[in-house]
T-cell receptor, first 112, second 113 residues
Framework: GEDVEQSLFLSVREGDSSVINCTYTDSSSTYLYWYKQEPGAGLQLLTYIFSNMDMKQDQRLTVLLNKKDKHLSLRIADTQTGDSAIYFCAESRTDSWGKLQFGAGTQVVVTP | NAGVTQTPKFRVLKTGQSMTLLCAQDMNHEYMYWYRQDPGMGLRLIHYSVGEGTTAKGEVPDGYNVSRLKKQNFLLGLESAAPSQTSVYFC????????????FGDGTRLSIL
């Protein structure tokens, strides 16, 4: 299979941490990306991780990669109302470099 | 920096009409892509281009044509629009190397009646 899978919805309280999960199926994936889409806008690159890394941290964002289980997660610390958006996981494979396979997206709603 | 610019932003068509969506990028990217986004399905690749004068089919190419006459522009055409093509269309561009991310436009919302 070639699907990238994500849970569809996540509700989190302002100030808590959010964890968005993603699974992918292609072991030849090289780079894995997280994009954010706010209402009515395009996709904004948040962060990405190379497949030989386990973790990458960038300010409030932490990406964890479990290559054995083909599991990727994005943790957002101290979640703010501005973090409400759809988050897409995407993989870039060595056999189709430049092209991305996207998940269906996780709708994150931050409540006060 | 404009980045990736899509025109128009909104359009309503009748079944059978034709139209062209324009994508322009000012980052000197080699690769350009057209996606469609439908609820619950993420983004699906329609066509892409790896350089000026070249195009290739993506995951869902039927009913669409593309042209890349200039490096900075990538056009998506619908020759005979169908209601199933109601969607949000995104253009993206990149250097084409796997560690270089794709940059997206803000989308074109297209409704076919």
């Amino acid at each position: 299979g070639e699907d990238v899978e994500q849970s569809l919805f996540l509700s989190v309280r302002e100030g808590d941490s959010s964890v968005i999960n993603c699974t992918y199926t292609d072991s030849s994936s090289t780079y894995l990306y997280w994009y954010k889409q706010e209402p009515g806008a395009g996709l904004q690159l948040l962060t990405y991780i190379f497949s030989n890394m386990d973790m990458k941290q960038d300010q409030r964002l932490t990406v964890l990669l479990n290559k054995k289980d083909k599991h990727l997660s994005l943790r957002i610390a101290d979640t703010q109302t501005g973090d409400s958006a759809i988050y897409f996981c995407a993989e870039s494979r060595t056999d189709s470099w430049g092209k991305l396979q996207f998940g269906a997206g996780t709708q994150v709603v931050v409540t006060p | 920096n404009a980045g990736v610019t899509q025109t128009p932003k909104f359009r309503v068509l009748k079944t059978g009409q034709s139209m062209t969506l324009l994508c322009a990028q000012d980052m000197n990217h080699e690769y350009m892509y057209w996606y469609r986004q439908d609820p619950g399905m993420g983004l699906r690749l329609i066509h892409y281009s790896v350089g000026e004068g070249t195009t290739a089919k993506g995951e869902v190419p039927d009913g669409y044509n593309v042209s890349r006459l200039k490096k900075q522009n990538f056009l998506l055409g619908l020759e005979s629009a169908a209601p199933s093509q109601t969607s949000v269309y995104f253009c993206a561009s990149s250097y084409g190397i796997s560690n270089q991310p794709q940059h997206f436009g803000d989308g074109t919302r297209l409704s076919i009646l």
